[in-house]
């Protein structure tokens, strides 16, 4: 009998020791909503289902997603951010998003967008997401950051920003993390061993990964950058199909050449060998692949930018003064500078060129496809490829 009440009471005290434990962890998060994934219509802005989206490799050519997860007025430390036009501590003027008439306009153009009924997949739930497509969504713990990366719009050097925030590589140089995005090698920034993403939650945590993500969203700055949808198609195009690319060859470019190339007999086995030969999918095929039925049948397609309430949305266009802005509303650009580097600069003039041997059907059938990506990120129609090539 003492045995047992030995047991209970052991039991007893245990359980208060986790309940104490799970009390001090939920308090120093900042907040506990017993639950944080409940289907809250006012705070959910849809997703776009109707049109199919290329997977992650294929370079950003996917429909956007958009709600919930609630912010708050925190900043990266998880202190109240100031007014607009207050000053810290210091005396120094703080950067704060309602400041930046920018910022205030493409979140309104969202929620505007969003809040319409005839927007696609507006009622799909964030716990509907499987984890695999969650993978584009990078966390770092240490300065409280999300960002969804997008390929084709800075990618790169954005993965090389995370890598030196969260110390995630070594330089074989010095032997230390590296401390200058610009120094991390741009070809190891797309491994995913050095991101912690939201797709690799279930394998730390377990059952508990939707709650832990749920309570990140809702506490954590959120950003990601886009830049106009035509232009990158065009781009992931160019990246893609324009010089041999084996896995793209091998998974796309096969597929492409036999379904819409009007090749005769056997393609050759390697990229290489079919571009020795002048043999590559043309723009045409690609957008004839894009806009085919079929593709989404046949090939699982991730989108890049799921359910999620961001708190900056840089374009690629301002780049160069969105980073800026971004590096100091994270409080982070004491540490490190945006990497001034190349980058991507297929322009949008050259739209013209590249539609003009498309058929008119099909490039109203491609806006189609894309429309919620021109609207809910405020780029205007593009009625010179629509309607006066």
Same mark, same amino acid.
């Given at each position: 009998?003492?045995?047992? &009440?030995?047991? +209970?009471?052991a039991f007893v005290v245990g359980s208060l ?15 506990? #909503?017993?639950?944080?994934?409940? #289907?809250?219509?006012?705070? +959910?802005?849809?997703?776009? *289902?109707?049109?199919? *989206? ?17 912010? /708050?007025? $925190? ?16 005396? #120094? ?14 979140? +309104? %153009?969202? =929620? ?15 716990? !509907?997401?499987p984890n695999r497509e969650l993978d584009h ?38 032997? $230390? ?9 741009? #070809? ?33 700055? $959120? ?7 035509? =232009? ?7 990246? $893609? ?27 050759? !086995? ?24 079929? *593709? ?9 930018? &799921?359910?999620? %309430? ?7 266009? /301002?780049?160069? *003064? ?22 991507? &600069? /297929? ?12 058929? =008119? ?9 894309? &429309? ?18």
């Amino acid at each position: 009998m003492g045995t047992w &009440r030995g047991l +209970r009471v052991a039991f007893v005290v245990g359980s208060l020791f986790v309940i104490l434990l799970i009390i001090a962890y939920w308090d120093d998060v900042g907040g506990f #909503d017993l639950y944080p994934l409940r #289907d809250r219509k006012q705070e +959910r802005c849809p997703q776009t *289902t109707a049109a199919p *989206t290329l997977p992650a490799s294929l370079a950003g050519i996917s429909t956007t997603t958009w709600a919930p997860a609630g912010t /708050t007025n $925190k900043s990266a430390e998880g202190r109240e951010r100031p007014q607009p036009g207050s000053e810290d501590k210091d005396g #120094d003027e703080s950067p704060d998003l309602a400041g930046s008439w920018d910022q205030v306009a493409r979140k +309104r %153009k969202i =929620v505007d967008v969003c809040a319409g009924d005839d927007f696609p997949g507006r009622t799909r739930a964030f716990e !509907e997401i499987p984890n695999r497509e969650l993978d584009h969504l990078i966390v770092d713990d240490t300065h409280q950051i999300i960002y969804c990366y997008v390929p084709k719009v800075a990618c790169t050097n954005w993965k090389r920003v995370m890598v030196v925030l969260s110390q995630s590589l070594v330089s074989p140089v010095s032997g $230390k993390p590296y401390t200058d995005p610009e120094s991390v090698p741009p #070809d190891l920034v797309h491994n995913s061993s050095l991101h912690l993403t939201f797709a690799k939650f279930w394998r730390h945590y377990g059952s508990l990964s939707r709650h832990l993500m749920a309570l990140k969203l809702q506490h954590y700055t $959120k950003f990601l950058f886009v830049r106009d949808p035509f =232009v990158r198609l065009i781009s992931a195009f160019r990246n $893609k199909f324009g010089r041999p690319n084996e896995d793209f060859y091998r998974q796309f470019g096969s597929v492409i050449l036999r379904r819409y190339g009007n090749v005769s007999g056997s393609l050759p !086995e390697t990229a290489a060998e079919a571009f020795a030969a002048g043999i590559k999918p043309t723009f045409q095929q690609f957008v004839s692949y894009l806009l085919d039925a079929e *593709t989404e049948k046949e090939s699982i397609f991730n989108e890049h930018w &799921r359910q999620v %309430k961001y708190d900056f949305i840089g374009r690629l266009e /301002t780049l160069e *003064t969105d980073a800026e802005y971004l590096l100091k509303l994270l409080r982070v650009d004491h540490l490190l500078r945006f990497p001034s580097g190349a980058r991507n &600069r /297929t322009a949008a003039s050259w739209e013209r060129d590249w539609f003009a041997q498309i058929p =008119v059907s099909m490039r109203t059938e491609l806006y189609e496809l894309y &429309r919620p990506d021109f609207e809910l990120f405020g780029y205007p129609e593009p009625d010179g490829v629509l309607h006066h090539l």
